[in-house]
């Protein structure tokens, strides 16, 4: 995860101290998410905060952060899950 990380700054990728075990648990509850253990690993190693990253810590905050994530990316997965498993099963 390191080098992932470095890579990333290399790139010009900022990042902000990793999430803590408490704000994962509050960011999967409010928005209806499970992270998966490398991503979680991941954003506990160093939270990415530039424009193309999504800033979680934020979205805990924020209200419009929230909604910014609530519509952009939550309101897509849902469409994607939807969309994906009607295929699958349909």
């Known amino acids: 995860m390191e080098s992932l990380q470095r890579i990333l700054k290399d790139k010009g990728v900022q990042f902000d ?15 209806n998410i499970k992270f998966p253990p490398d991503l979680t690993r991941f954003l506990q190693l160093g939270l990415p905060i530039s424009d193309s990253f999504v800033n979680w810590r934020q979205g805990l905050i924020s ?17 994607c899950y939807l969309t994906c498993k009607a ?3 349909g």
């Open 17 to 31: 101290s990793g999430l803590s075990n408490d704000e994962i648990i509050q960011i999967e509850t409010k928005f």
């Open 63 to 79: 209200k419009d952060t929230e909604a910014k994530i609530d519509h952009d990316l939550i309101g897509h997965w849902k469409e």
């Open 87 to 89: 295929m699958t099963f």
